[in-house]
């Protein structure tokens, strides 16, 4: 079992930025997910162990950047110029072996989440 632990949320006002950071120890595919309330989990950005491979989804492209520390055992996600439909609660996640960066489904282990807050 693999424990993830989310920190960095918080409220910013729009144009912020936040990094968020993911205790995340082992060899696998890591990745950050959101939901906002009344919606689905929606992908953010994913990190190949290594840390050589990256994906984006459509929300934060261009406003995001994923990255890991290994000697850390640490995934970060930097978020720039927050809107405020960038409101949500942000997932780290997990999984081994094959599947799809952007599917919640295939991913074993789950954070609780931190709530990223941005005002108008």
């Known amino acids: 079992q693999v424990q993830l632990v989310e920190s960095g949320g918080g409220l910013v006002q729009a144009g912020g930025a936040l990094r968020l950071a993911c205790a995340a120890p082992?060899?696998?595919?890591w990745a950050w997910f959101r939901q906002a309330p009344g919606k689905e989990r929606e992908f953010v950005a994913a990190i190949s162990w290594s840390g050589g491979t990256t994906t984006y989804g459509d929300s934060l492209k261009g406003r995001s950047t994923i990255s890991r520390d290994n000697a850390k055992s640490t995934v970060y996600l930097q978020m720039n110029n927050l809107r405020p439909e960038d409101t949500a609660v942000y997932y780290c996640?997990?999984?081994?072996?094959?599947?799809?960066?952007?599917?919640?489904?295939?991913?074993?282990?789950w954070g609780q989440g931190t709530q990223v807050t941005v005002s108008s």
């Open positions: 082992g060899r696998y595919v």
């Open positions: 996640a997990a999984r081994g072996g094959s599947g799809r960066d952007s599917s919640p489904s295939d991913y074993q282990f």
